[in-house]
C-alpha cells in the first residue's frame, strides 16, 4: 500500500473532467497519471476534440494520447437528469475540471455557486483565455488567440516579416500545467482547512512572465564593465542557420540588450 501510494500519489482523488480539445484535458491527464480517478464526461456527440480532423490517425491519436488513463461517459447537462446526475457525482468527488467559455456552467445551473452547496470540499477548477471577471471576459480564446494578444507572435518569425504563430500549441499546454498545479495546491490546502476552494486559470494572465520585455530587465551589477556586445552571428546556435535570425531576438541580439558576468549577450550560449 505504501508502495502504490508512493507511485500514485493521488490514488484517492476522484475528479469530474470536463476538459476540451487541449488546456482540460491535459491538466485531468496529468491527475490521472499521478493517479487520480478521473471521470471524463462528454456530450452526446462527444467533445470537440474527436472532431477536430476527419476520422483517422490524425484525430484520433492526439485524443487518445491525452485522454489515456481516464474513464469516458457521456452526460446531457441541457436535460433535467443529466444535472440531476451530474450531482449526485459530484457529493462524491474531490475535483471538477472545465475550461468551457466563462458562465458557461452557470447558465446551466451547475456552477461553482450551486455545486459548492452540494459538496464543500469540492474543488471547482476553470480554464479560460481572458478570465472569469474583468473587461475581456467573455472574449473567445483558444491558444493562437492568446497567442496573438499576449505578444507571442510579435517575437516569432522573421525579422523583416509579419508576427508569425509559434509552432506548438503551446499556449493550451502552458494552461493545462498551470490548471494542475493549482488544482494540486487546492489539494493541499484542503488539507488543512477542510474545504473546497475555485481554482481559476487564464491563459492570457500565466504568459506575462513570460513576455517581459529583455531589452529593459536590467542588472547593473552584471553590467558595470560596459563591454562590446557580443554579435547574434558568433553564437553558435545562431551559426547553425544564419539566415534564419527571429524577429525582435536579432535586433535585441544586435542592440544594446542583457549582458553576462563577461559581458557577453545574455542570448549567447
Known amino acids: 500500500m505504501e508502495q502504490e501510494r508512493a507511485n500514485r500519489p493521488l490514488s484517492d482523488v476522484t475528479v469530474i473532467d470536463f476538459g476540451q480539445i487541449f488546456q482540460g484535458p491535459y491538466a485531468s491527464l496529468l491527475l490521472a497519471k499521478a493517479g487520480a480517478f478521473v471521470i471524463k464526461i462528454e456530450p452526446l456527440h462527444g467533445e470537440p476534440g474527436r472532431r477536430r480532423a476527419a476520422p483517422g490517425k490524425s484525430a484520433t491519436l492526439p485524443f487518445a494520447m491525452l485522454n489515456q488513463n481516464k474513464h469516458a461517459i457521456t452526460l446531457n447537462l441541457k436535460h433535467e437528469r443529466g444535472r ?50 474583468g473587461p475581456d471576459r467573455d472574449n473567445l480564446a483558444m491558444d493562437m488567440t492568446i497567442q496573438a494578444a499576449s505578444g507571442i507572435m510579435s517575437v516569432t518569425g522573421f525579422a523583416d516579416g509579419p508576427p508569425v504563430k509559434a509552432g506548438p500549441t503551446l499556449v493550451d499546454f502552458m494552461g493545462g500545467i498551470h490548471l494542475y498545479a493549482g488544482i494540486v ?33 536590467r542588472q547593473p551589477a552584471i553590467r558595470a564593465e560596459q563591454r562590446p556586445l557580443q554579435r547574434l552571428s558568433d553564437c553558435r546556435w545562431a551559426r547553425r542557420d544564419p539566415h534564419r535570425h527571429r524577429g525582435a531576438l536579432a535586433e535585441l541580439a544586435e542592440s544594446d540588450g542583457p549582458r553576462g558576468a563577461e559581458g557577453r549577450s545574455a542570448l549567447c550560449d
Open 84 to 133: 440531476a446526475l451530474l450531482e449526485e457525482m459530484v457529493k462524491r468527488a474531490d475535483v471538477l475540471l472545465e475550461n468551457f467559455s466563462p458562465g458557461t456552467m452557470d447558465g446551466l445551473g451547475v456552477g461553482w455557486s450551486r455545486l459548492r452547496e452540494i459538496n464543500p470540499r469540492l474543488i471547482y477548477a476553470t480554464g479560460t483565455g481572458f478570465g472569469i471577471s
Open 185 to 217: 495546491t487546492a489539494l493541499y490546502d484542503r488539507d488543512r482547512s477542510g474545504t473546497g476552494r475555485l481554482v481559476e486559470v487564464a491563459m492570457q494572465e500565466l504568459l506575462l512572465p513570460d513576455r517581459r520585455d529583455p531589452a529593459t530587465h
